[in-house]
């Protein structure tokens, strides 16, 4: 386990090069940032000078590795719309999407499990239908229109909930409900799909032999093999989360993370957009170690060599 | 049977009928025998006529969309079929256990051995946590799994499948069942380990006092381990005796087949008979005698008439118009 986890860790630093890199490379092909920077009417030498102050002008492996250098000191600029530095910046708005994303798997748990264990079990009924039916629907709504549709409803329409914004509970329940159904969605049909295959195995049947009750049949035996495959791919689905998660706090003025990251890409705030890809992605990469680890304690038939 | 003693188990025209969306198929249709305290009673066929839908009606396994539709299965005098969930619950894995075909898919892969077996032993037997464990660790050292202590902690992919089949048998005997139903428990492993888990299954039957139900093809294994043995075919039993007259004197004409089947020491290979034809599919049975199309000896009447079940000599129940000697039941 140790020496798996080892490993794993040391497989990340060549997964690290390329991530720096793309970002990077990235960046390098959006074009000149000095037209942004200047106003519009500077001279062709002001533009000349500041290229040369920033070694834009410098071969581009010479500027890669430059760019390497001050990201091990943590350096990834500094921001010229908010006049700070680039990866405090970014740091500083991940509670509040850490807090989005816990909230919405919340949703998605709560929803998914019930209803995908429900949907099995009355397989076929008109019950398992409405949940499938419901499931694809889920799945097909963007974001972005769930969430004005919401906002329309429960924000403007009835009042129940703040329009946008960060602070109290009930601001979170719209971006949450935003952003998990989707998850929720899939991971329904992932559980219905593997409970259905699992509840015709023969470790069921001889549960059942032993004379176990109907409840605990699902919510122990097979429950615990359905969550095999559920978390495996949920893992997968985790860039789907990250992009959800730009579009969701974007749609509720969310102060996260990718609210940040869209209002830098918009405001070509180059500095900020490679801290916050490159935040990103290490967070996809911890996730993904995490649901790894997981889905290794859900079955005991893995080994770590 | 004696008049005096009631059998443990009897099964008085059990009818288990699946409603597939292509039709009804009647898998089990018409099937009774009984099993007494301590005896052993084997059941074969060829593959599809019913033993293993007859061997789950019994525990009322029968899932979707098959369903007992009729006939009684009196244990110990009570109607299982009568029974609720719930009371059917405390009878599962308690007084009657199952062993199956598959060893390597029976046991749930993500819980320990020891954990299975605890689990059985804690829905039936007032003990804590504790004492289930130490009466698992007993009934592994019982099947013979080497380092029991170790061992209650291994999932059960670590297992060959020899010791895995050990384990499903130390679950269904962990509670001390009346009845043990095998389904085939040893079609799955090596020749050597079969003969290992039979005599295992003998010796704690003894031991325990457990009657066993053993199903299989292998007329072989009844002949050793069987005091009655009961033919099915397509969904019926066309043959039962106990197992001395039954391979001296075979009336049925499948029954005959069967054992011609066999190989036998002082045979030649090219004189080993087989018996042509397939098993007609539950859902489209001939009329009349269900084996008359494979049959040699078929008679006109066979084509038309069902033939009930027998009285024939030698003690033997048989369903074929050839031994009508005494009508005993439909
Ligand atoms: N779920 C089901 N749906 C429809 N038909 C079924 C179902 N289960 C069993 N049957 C039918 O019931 C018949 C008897 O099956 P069963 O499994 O009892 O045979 P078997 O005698 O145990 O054969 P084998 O030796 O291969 O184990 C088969 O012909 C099969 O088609
Ligand atoms: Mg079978």
């Known amino acids: 386990m140790k020496k798996y986890l080892i490993r794993r860790l040391l497989q990340l630093i060549p997964v690290l090069f390329i991530i720096t890199f793309v970002v990077f ?87 998914a499990i019930p209803l995908g264990i429900f949907s099995a079990r009355k ?104 969550l095999i495959p559920v978390v495996t791919i949920t893992s997968l689905q985790i860039s789907h989360l990250v992009s959800g998660a730009l ?27 490679q801290a916050a890809v490159f935040v990103i992605a290490i967070l996809v990469i911890v996730i993904n170690l995490i649901t790894d680890l997981v889905y290794r304690l859900l079955d005991p038939r893995i080994n770590y060599s | 049977m004696s008049e005096a003693e009631t059998p443990l188990l009897e099964v008085r025209n059990l009818q288990t009928h699946f409603f597939t969306e292509l039709g009804v198929v009647p898998s089990v249709n018409g099937v009774s025998f009984s099993v007494k305290k301590g005896e052993t009673i084997g059941i074969v066929g060829e593959s599809g006529c019913g033993k293993s839908v007859t061997s789950l009606s ?39 256990s199952m062993i199956f075909q598959e060893p390597l898919t029976s046991l749930n892969p993500v819980f320990t051995i020891g954990s299975q077996i605890s689990e059985a032993i804690r829905l039936h037997q007032n003990v804590n946590k504790e004492e289930a464990k130490e009466k698992a660790i007993v009934m592994l050292k019982k099947v013979g799994i080497p380092r029991a202590e170790k ?54 039957s003894t031991e325990y006092q457990t009657s066993i139900i053993i199903i299989t093809h292998d007329l072989g294994l009844v002949a050793e381990m069987a005091d009655r043995v009961v033919v099915m075919y397509a969904g019926q039993i ?59 000896a078929a008679l006109e009447k066979c084509r038309f008439q069902d033939p009930p079940l027998f009285q024939a000599k030698q003690g033997a129940e048989v369903r074929c118009w050839l031994h009508q000697e005494e009508v005993i039941g439909v």
Request: hydrophobic letters at 45%; aromatic letters at 8%.
């Open chain 1, 25 to 111: 490379v990235l960046v390098y092909l959006a074009g000149d940032p000095v037209s942004l920077m200047l106003p519009e009417d500077a001279s062709e030498e002001d533009r000349e000078a500041l290229r040369e102050a920033l070694g834009l002008n410098e071969p581009f492996l010479y500027q890669y590795f430059h760019f390497l250098g001050d990201l091990i000191s943590g350096d990834f600029g500094t921001s010229f719309r908010y006049s700070q530095e680039a990866l405090p910046l970014v740091l500083e708005r991940l509670p509040a999407t850490f807090e989005l994303a816990a909230a919405s798997m919340l949703v998605a748990i709560v929803l």
């Open chain 1, 123 to 226: 397989r076929n009924s008109f019950v398992d239908l409405f949940i499938t039916g419901g499931s694809v629907l889920g799945k097909a709504m963007p974001n972005f229109w769930l969430g004005i549709m919401l906002i329309l409803m429960l924000a403007v329409n009835y009042q129940i909930f703040p329009v946008s914004g960060r602070g109290t509970f009930v601001h979170l329940v719209l971006p949450a409900i935003t952003l998990g159904t989707g998850v929720a969605a899939e991971m329904t049909r992932l559980i219905r799909s593997s409970m259905l295959e699992i509840l015709h195995q023969d470790y069921i049947r001889t549960a059942k032999s032993k004379g176990v009750s109907d409840t605990l049949v699902i919510f122990k035996h097979a429950f615990r093999n359905s």
């Open chain 1, 247 to 273: 579009i969701t706090e974007t749609v509720f003025s969310w102060p996260g993370l990718g609210q940040l990251l869209v209002q830098a890409v918009n405001g070509r705030d180059m500095a900020v957009v």
């Open chain 2, 58 to 96: 019994l525990l009322q396994l029968i899932s979707d969309p098959g369903k007992i539709v009729g006939g009684e299965i009196l244990f110990n005098g009570e109607d299982l079929t009568r029974l609720s969930n719930k009371q059917m619950r405390k009878i599962r894995g308690n007084k009657i």
């Open chain 2, 151 to 204: 061992h209650y902690y291994s999932f059960p992919h670590l297992l060959s499948g020899g010791m895995r089949q050990r384990v499903m048998i130390a679950i269904a005997l962990s509670c001390n069942p009346q009845l043990l139903i095998a389904d085939e428990p040893t079609t799955a492993l090596d020749v050597t380990i079969q003969a290992q888990i039979l005599l295992l299954m003998k010796q704690l």
């Open chain 2, 238 to 296: 066309v043959e039962q005796n106990n197992v001395y007259e039954l391979f001296k004197n075979p009336k049925h004409p499948y029954t005959k087949g069967l054992l011609n089947s066999i190989p036998k020491i002082h045979q030649l290979k090219d004189q080993l008979e087989s018996i042509e034809g397939n098993v007609p599919i539950p859902s489209q049975l001939p009329a009349g005698c269900k084996f008359h199309p494979r049959c040699a």
